[in-house]
């Protein structure tokens, strides 16, 4: 599965940025597909999942009631509508992508076996 995230930029803190991430003509309703983030410095840390056969969403606490990801099965896309955005929500955000049938953790970087290049969002105070 070849990712392709898009639509990172600089915007005001409480501002919102929507991230697009499109798969490679796949059938997403087979996949798991996840959103992590990379502040320099940092690990790579678990932002937001959706099981997109279910739509059973997954989300990290800090993102919380701001963050919202959904999928368009017809359009092989999964959007990440970001909200009330934070400085601290500066970070390189990536899409990843695995096969439903994986077992693992959802919020885990090893769960996933497929991951895009990454999208640099900025958000200044």
């Known amino acids: 599965v070849q990712l392709q995230a898009s639509g990172g930029g600089l915007v005001q803190a409480g501002g919102s940025l929507r991230l697009s991430c499109a798969a490679s003509?796949?059938?997403?309703?087979?996949?798991?597909m996840g959103w992590f983030r990379q502040a320099p410095g940092k690990e790579r840390e678990f932002v937001a999942a959706?099981?997109?056969?279910?739509?059973?969403?997954y989300y990290a606490d800090s993102v919380k009631g701001r963050f919202t990801v959904s999928a368009d099965n017809a359009k092989s896309t999964v959007v990440l509508q970001m909200n009330s955005l934070e400085p601290e929500d500066t970070a390189v955000y990536y899409c990843?992508?695995?096969?439903?049938?994986?077992?693992?953790?959802?919020?885990?970087?090893?769960?996933?076996?497929?991951w895009g290049q990454g999208t640099q969002v900025t958000v200044s105070s």
């Open positions: 003509g796949r059938t997403l309703s087979n996949y798991y």
């Open positions: 959706i099981n997109v056969g279910t739509s059973a969403t």
């Open positions: 990843a992508a695995t096969e439903r049938t994986r077992w693992g953790t959802i919020a885990s970087v090893t769960f996933y076996n497929y």
